[in-house]
């Protein structure tokens, strides 16, 4: 059963947009006061502030997830204005070579790609999501029912992937954001055993194909689709799994 969110306390990185701001958005319709993790902080104030236009309750963090001394920051002034965090969703992600050099082509073909590409991805969607996780675990310890949700991806199965008559065999191989997510959903099975005798869950999910900036808008879903399986994993009632893969339709293979 999932619990009501009312004056719950949620964190979502990379809120700003897509999927994350989609799921910022419902969470505050059930009730939540949603922290909008943003790295630019006007991006992440017009998300807030369109919540806020909604009815919901809704402020800005400044929080780029590579970034240490900010992380820290973000989670002091967490602990000064609330005291704890009782949902955290690693949302912020990263899929494309552009994003650390325009003028690079996009290219994750494992026997071609930069190291440098598969460094960028990882430090945002694997060490961001451990740095963000590990600054924000003494407010969820506060919290009486602490939920972690982190967004992965189909392309992180190694069942799926690895199937060549599956429907993801089509997917370009890829040196970085696939083995991102995969290590992303061993890390997640990782903080459950370690964090399950203290009662917070932790879990993984894949959205599916979402239309947004991360695949140039080809995805099929809308963000509010997309994020509507992040946000049922945020708010498990204490009998929720923890340790798990999760899509919309239900438990994904690993
Ligand atoms: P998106 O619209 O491009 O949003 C990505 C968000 O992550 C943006 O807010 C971006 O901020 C933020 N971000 C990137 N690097 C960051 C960093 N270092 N620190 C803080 N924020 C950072 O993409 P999306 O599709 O909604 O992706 C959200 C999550 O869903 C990602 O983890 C992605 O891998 C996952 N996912 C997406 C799909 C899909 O089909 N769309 C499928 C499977 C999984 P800026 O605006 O500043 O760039």
Redesign the pocket.
């Given at each position: 059963m999932n619990t009501t969110t009312n004056q719950q306390i949620a964190l979502v990185?990379?809120?700003?947009?897509?999927?994350?701001r989609a799921a910022a958005g419902q969470l505050a319709e059930l009730g939540a006061t949603v922290l909008i993790?943003?790295?630019?902080a006007e991006?992440g104030e017009e998300a807030a502030a369109a919540v806020r236009a909604s009815g919901g309750v809704a402020h800005a963090v400044a929080?780029?997830?590579?970034d240490p001394a900010g992380i820290r920051a973000a989670a002091q002034q967490t602990e000064e204005r609330f005291g704890r965090l009782d949902i955290l969703i690693n949302?912020?992600?990263?899929?494309s070579y552009q994003q650390v050099d325009p003028d690079k082509a996009v290219d994750q073909i494992p026997s071609t790609v930069d190291l440098d590409m598969v460094r960028a991805v990882f430090e945002?969607?694997v060490f961001?999501v451990i740095a963000v996780t590990n600054a924000f675990l003494p407010l969820l310890r506060r919290s009486a029912a602490p939920r972690v949700v982190n967004?992965s991806?189909h392309a992180g199965s190694l069942t799926l992937i690895g199937d060549p008559d599956g429907p993801f065999a089509a997917l370009l191989p890829s040196a970085a954001y696939s083995p991102s997510k995969t290590a992303l959903n061993a890390l997640t099975v990782n903080y459950a055993n370690e964090l399950r005798k203290d009662g917070i869950l932790v879990n993984a999910v894949?959205?599916?194909?979402?239309d947004?900036?991360?695949?140039n808008h080809t995805?099929f879903l809308t963000?509010a689709q997309?994020a509507a399986v992040l946000v049922r994993l945020a708010t498990l009632g204490a009998d929720g799994p923890t340790g798990g893969f999760f899509t919309a339709d239900g438990p994904a293979p690993w």
């Amino acid at each position: 059963m999932n619990t009501t969110t009312n004056q719950q306390i949620a964190l979502v990185t990379g809120a700003n947009k897509g999927i994350g701001r989609a799921a910022a958005g419902q969470l505050a319709e059930l009730g939540a006061t949603v922290l909008i993790g943003a790295r630019n902080a006007e991006r992440g104030e017009e998300a807030a502030a369109a919540v806020r236009a909604s009815g919901g309750v809704a402020h800005a963090v400044a929080l780029d997830v590579t970034d240490p001394a900010g992380i820290r920051a973000a989670a002091q002034q967490t602990e000064e204005r609330f005291g704890r965090l009782d949902i955290l969703i690693n949302n912020a992600g990263m899929t494309s070579y552009q994003q650390v050099d325009p003028d690079k082509a996009v290219d994750q073909i494992p026997s071609t790609v930069d190291l440098d590409m598969v460094r960028a991805v990882f430090e945002t969607n694997v060490f961001g999501v451990i740095a963000v996780t590990n600054a924000f675990l003494p407010l969820l310890r506060r919290s009486a029912a602490p939920r972690v949700v982190n967004v992965s991806s189909h392309a992180g199965s190694l069942t799926l992937i690895g199937d060549p008559d599956g429907p993801f065999a089509a997917l370009l191989p890829s040196a970085a954001y696939s083995p991102s997510k995969t290590a992303l959903n061993a890390l997640t099975v990782n903080y459950a055993n370690e964090l399950r005798k203290d009662g917070i869950l932790v879990n993984a999910v894949a959205p599916g194909y979402v239309d947004t900036d991360s695949n140039n808008h080809t995805g099929f879903l809308t963000p509010a689709q997309g994020a509507a399986v992040l946000v049922r994993l945020a708010t498990l009632g204490a009998d929720g799994p923890t340790g798990g893969f999760f899509t919309a339709d239900g438990p994904a293979p690993w």
